[in-house]
Every structure is written in C-alpha cells, then in structure tokens.
C-alpha cells in the first residue's frame, strides 16, 4: 500500500496502529512529501476477537494478532492515538481534508488495494484474519478522535468527510457532543464543508435509548437537537452534505 499521488498531492489512508501512524507522522516530517498531503484518511480497520476456536496455522499468526490487539487497544485507550494524529496533522501545513471511510464496506468500486489503509493488508496476512470492517460504535469514536486531534494540532481544516458505505453504519448523535468549555470552536469556525453519513437509530435500542423532552409543549428527542446544535456552530459551511440511514 503507498499513499495515493493525484494531481500533485497526497491522500494518505492510515488506520489506528502504532505502525500506520508512524509512517504518517515520518511522512508530516519529510521536507518533500509533507506540503504534498492534503488528505488524510483514517479506516475504521479494528481488531475484534476471534471465535472461541479458532485454528490458526502456526503460532506466528496468533502473536502477531495478539500483538496487533494488544497494539490498538492500548493506543486508543491511552489517548496516544490522539497525540499521533496531533502530531502528524501540526506538520502538515497544507492539509485541507480529513476524514473516515470503512473501505472494506460492500459496494466499494475502487481497487481494494488503493484503498485499504496503510498496515491493514500486512495486519490481516500476518495473522490469518481479516480485521473487522465499520461499525457505528467505532466510527463515532473515531469522529471525536479526528476533531480533538485537530483541536491539538491548532491546524483547523477546510473539509472534514465521513464516508460509510456499511448498510446501517453511520455516526451517532454522541459523536456531536461539545463540552461547555472547548477548544473546538477554531477547528469548528474553519469548516467549509462537513459530509456525514449519520445513524441515529441505534438509539432506539434499550442499550442506548433516545432521550426525549418537553419543550414549549412539543415532544423532541436528544438525538435531533444535539446534531442541529453541533450544526449551526460552524459559520463558514458552504456545501453540508447528510446521508442518513
């Protein structure tokens, strides 16, 4: 996998491991590529347990998933995650677009190699599985992620794009939460655009329940007023694009 050159820049897909965001961060370093990327990308490639019996090969392969797991779990519990992403988006001074997309989603039309994320193929081949694809969950945690790595960075971009193509899979209306104090408000006020593909009806399970209010004698729920509210902070939007599922 190497990052894609069109038209003179960088898209450069990474997926939450130490190993693909080291290379991002050695890519935001180089005096040459770094005002190349423009795009940065981040697949929702996860590591899930396998089943109760799985027969692996040899034992390599059940190290290396065992080291991958053990790899993502601590990056993303830590927050190092969150310092990597910072640290690779400070130093590229042209970024203007990030985003996520589950690449291996059903009804992808691109070459899945283009498109996989740095690391993902190696990860899967070295251990025998195949990590596993989107869910709303991942992506909605990956969302707040993107946000407050930028917030650190104080490099506020122009685009931000969450593309799933997972039937059913989207961003839940947690993923627009903003704290009373933030350092959100310049990476907000620097949109152009922000395209979502969101799923607010997860919240219609018991595990995780819409909230509904009275308000001046009308019925609304949590889900729609906390996504209209997280909406109208950015002043700048020209072209807000929703899927909804």
């Known amino acids: 996998m190497k990052p894609i050159l069109n038209d003179l820049y960088l898209l450069f897909p990474v997926m939450l491991s130490t190993f693909s965001l080291d290379v991002l961060i050695n ?23 396998p089943v109760r019996h799985h027969s692996w090969s040899d034992i390599s392969q059940c190290e290396a998933f065992r080291n991958g797991w053990a790899d993502q779990y601590t990056l993303t519990s830590s927050g190092r995650d969150r310092e990597m992403l910072a640290e690779a988006f ?26 996989r994320s740095y690391g993902a193929p190696t990860a899967s081949r070295q251990s025998g599985i195949p990590l596993r694809g989107a869910s709303s969950e991942y992506a909605t945690r990956v969302y707040t992620l993107l946000f407050q790595a930028l917030a650190d ?12 193509r997972t039937p059913g899979t989207g961003l839940s209306d947690f993923a627009f939460f903003l704290p009373a104090v933030t350092t959100m408000r310049p990476v907000l006020d620097g949109l152009q655009q922000l395209l979502l593909t969101l799923n607010f009806k997860e919240h219609l399970s018991m595990d995780n329940p819409v ?8 019925w609304t729920t949590s889900d729609t007023t906390r996504h209209r509210c997280y909406a109208s902070r950015p002043e700048n939007i020209v072209a807000p694009v929703e899927e909804l599922y």
């Open 27 to 49: 890519i935001s370093k180089h005096p040459a590529l770094a005002p190349f990327v423009k795009h940065v990308i981040i697949g929702l490639d996860q590591y899930e347990p």
């Open 90 to 115: 400070r130093n590229l001074p042209n970024l203007s677009t990030v985003g996520i997309r589950d690449y291996n989603a059903q009804g992808r039309t691109r070459d899945e190699d283009r498109w």
């Open 153 to 164: 960075a104080n490099n506020p971009t122009r685009s931000v794009e969450i593309i799933l």
């Open 211 to 218: 909230i509904a209010y009275q308000t001046s004698s009308t």
